[in-house]
């Protein structure tokens, strides 16, 4: 499932449209479950001869906006893909969305239909935007936040607590990982037993390993050898800091990737 980075990563994608109008809309897979957030008929009429005004991503959600007034949202679920193809595109079978444009077309495909399109009209962000909680680069998201939330869900193990999405979103199950991992967490430990040091180490490890997949996920889709990323479904995969076998094992039904000696359980 596309977690934050890749969500981004797909944003700018379709950014590369941003500034060019809509000269056809063509819909497709119009009973789908992806778009009951979004009437097919009414989005077709609404989006044609409007400019691609701008995007934003937030956690697993995007928006995008087109003239001054109309707003798609778009949630990829489990198989959501957004491409750029050359203005010849014919529509495929997993197509649900293709917005002609001047040179190329804009291609929102799914194949499960685990996705979501929304459509809002006005001029200020759809509700339901407006609501989702602080992203995690953020001014908003700051570390009293992570240690209230711990405190609340204290019997939590931090990897189950990350995956929470009203407070982390756009986590997902390899990032999840990969944070407890540089803050060497004991990811079974329950959230309520992090002494303060550890919520700081936690708080550290969820922006930068944010920030950096973010990062190298837009540049060229591919993550270096010193991220436990690298080497975590690997069979007889090595922690790349200390060189101990990984260990793999369900923690609240998510398959969890952890190296015992950095993140040995205390
Ligand atoms: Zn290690």
Request: proline fraction near 6%; charge should be positive.
């Amino acid at each position: 499932m596309p977690e934050l980075a890749e969500v981004e990563h797909s944003r700018r994608v379709w950014e590369r449209g941003r500034g060019r109008k809509v000269l056809s809309v063509t819909v497709n897979n119009t009973s789908s479950p992806v778009w009951r957030g979004a009437p097919a008929t009414h989005v077709k009429k609404v989006l044609s001869g409007k400019s691609f005004t701008g995007s934003e991503a937030h956690g697993k959600q995007m928006l995008f906006r087109f003239g001054r007034r109309v707003w798609i949202g778009i949630h990829l679920g489990m198989t959501g893909e957004l491409r750029i193809e050359p203005a010849a595109y014919e529509i495929r079978k997993h197509d649900h969305l293709v917005l002609r444009q001047a040179g190329q077309c804009l291609v929102f495909s799914d194949q499960r239909r685990f996705g979501r399109l929304r459509l809002s009209q006005g001029t200020a962000a759809p509700i339901w935007w407006s609501k989702l909680p602080p992203p995690i680069l953020s001014r908003g998201f700051t570390a009293a936040l992570v240690a209230d939330f711990c405190h609340r869900r204290k019997g939590s193990p931090l990897k189950s607590l990350l995956l929470m999405q009203q407070r982390f979103p756009g986590i997902g199950n390899w990032m999840a990982d990969e944070i407890l991992w540089r803050a060497r967490l004991y990811p079974k430990l329950r959230a309520g037993q992090l002494p303060a040091a550890g919520i700081t180490k936690l708080y550290r490890s969820i922006r930068s390993v944010t920030a950096s997949a973010v990062d190298l996920l837009s540049k060229d889709w591919e993550l270096p050898d010193n991220w436990l990323f690298r080497h975590r479904w690997n069979k007889g995969g090595k922690c790349p800091r200390c060189r101990t076998l990984l260990i793999r094992e369900k923690i609240g039904g998510r398959t969890s990737c952890w190296c015992p000696v950095c993140q040995a359980d205390q």
